[in-house]
């Protein structure tokens, strides 16, 4: 299966036009769910059951995690990697329909899809084969639109030293393309104890990173990184995976 070390309705938008801009991108879908009151293992086990019958195959897979901490604890991330522009020209009426009929009655959306394209140079120890993390530390960040490349070669940065430095790291990041927010990125950091969980990366690696790009290089890049920030810019939730909910595998 591959790794997402990181589904109410799709909308029902063509998005060629879009696509025809970004053939060779890659892009992950997302949607979030909140069940409703005393439904949580109604809506569990269909949407389980309609992933099972749509979803276990590799150009349509989707993998579910459920928010732990912050202000969306309690919300279902249903996560669907490995898009291309191609794949939203798709017929999923079927889909969709099954999911209206059979799953939308135990659930509220929070929000609607959105679209994400994957900057696959900021990839870290990712392996597309493995099974998906256990849990997720995602970091949400809004950068200011005159401040993309101080924010890029932190992240571009960081990550490097990362892969060097711990090969039990990994992490993805994606930018928003639909949905919201253009300047809207997330970072998903997976690991599978709580004893290897993530420190925050402004804290543990300065002298790893000094050793890689230069004296004094994390200070002055830690300094454009956050001033690159939107106020309150910034926004941690831990996720945890609903494995009854993986799609069906052979």
């Known amino acids: 299966m591959k790794k997402i070390t990181l589904f109410t ?4 938008l063509n998005f060629s036009v879009f696509g025809q801009r970004n053939a060779k991108a890659e892009y992950w879908n997302t949607w979030h769910y909140q ?9 569990e086990a269909a949407a389980a059951a309609k992933t099972k019958m749509f979803n276990a ?5 989707i993998i579910t995690y459920k928010i732990m901490t912050g202000d969306n604890a309690g919300v279902y991330e249903r996560i669907m990697p490995f898009q291309t522009s191609a794949d939203y020209d798709k017929d999923k009426s079927k889909e969709l329909n099954y999911w209206s009929s059979n799953v939308s009655k135990y659930c509220t959306p929070k929000g609607g899809q959105q679209i994400w394209q994957r900057l696959k ?7 597309e084969e493995a099974n998906p993390s256990k849990h997720l530390m995602k970091t949400v960040f809004i950068v200011k639109q005159d401040q993309l490349d101080h924010f890029y070669r932190f992240i571009e940065r960081i990550g490097k030293v990362q892969g060097k430095f711990n090969k039990d790291l990994s992490s993805i990041t994606l ?22 969980e993530p420190s925050d990366i402004e804290n543990t690696w300065e002298e790893e990173y000094n050793e890689m790009f230069g004296w004094n290089s994390w200070t002055n890049d830690i300094e454009m990184f956050d001033q690159s920030l939107e106020m309150w810019g910034r926004q941690n939730e831990k996720l945890r995976l609903v494995e009854s909910m993986l799609p069906a595998t052979n």
């Open 121 to 127: 140079w900021a990839d870290v120890n990712v392996n």
């Open 175 to 196: 930018r928003l393309q639909s949905g919201g927010n253009r300047n809207l990125f997330v970072r998903y950091v997976g690991f599978d104890k709580h004893e290897t």
């Open 57 to 61: 195959s590799p150009n349509n897979l």
């Open 35 to 43: 069940p409703k009151d005393g439904m949580t293992q109604k809506f």
């Open 9 to 12: 309705l799709l909308l029902s």
